[in-house]
């Protein structure tokens, strides 16, 4: 049974950082390809970063550097450091993984099958 629990979460000001943790049971993330998406109330799901099984990381445009997405294969865990925070980056961050699916490009909730319940990220100004 595959499970994705995030943490790192939390509330920050403007001009902070983040690390958030995606902790992996059932499936390798070194393996497979895993990714990033926030979800804020009137907005849709958006994917922020991904990282294949080769270890190559896409981003979305908005990051615009601010954003790192990485594994810590010993511990299988998916991580995403986010730097100079904004307060337009509040949102429910969760992570993604796609085992055995349709490529259906790194950005689209359709490739992924397994999603973890997301942690909270909050920015003040």
């Known amino acids: 049974q595959v499970q994705l629990v995030e943490s790192g979460g939390g509330s920050v000001q403007a001009g902070g950082s983040l690390r958030l943790s995606c902790a992996a049971s059932?499936?390798?993330?070194?393996?497979?390809?895993m990714a990033w998406f926030r979800h804020s109330p009137g907005k849709e799901r958006e994917a922020v970063a991904s990282?294949?099984?080769?270890?190559?990381?896409v981003y979305v445009d908005s990051a615009n550097g601010r954003f790192t997405v990485s594994r810590d294969n010993a511990n299988n865990t998916l991580n995403l450091q986010i730097n100079s925070l904004k307060p337009e980056d509040s949102a429910r961050y969760s992570c993604?993984?796609?085992?055995?699916?349709?490529?259906?490009?790194?950005?689209?909730?359709?490739?992924?099958?397994?999603w973890g319940q997301g942690t909270q990220v909050t920015v003040s100004s």
């Open positions: 993604a993984a796609a085992a055995g699916t349709t490529y259906l490009g790194w950005d689209a909730t359709q490739t992924y099958n397994y």
């Open positions: 990282i294949n099984s080769g270890g190559s990381p």
């Open positions: 059932g499936l390798r993330v070194s393996s497979v390809r």
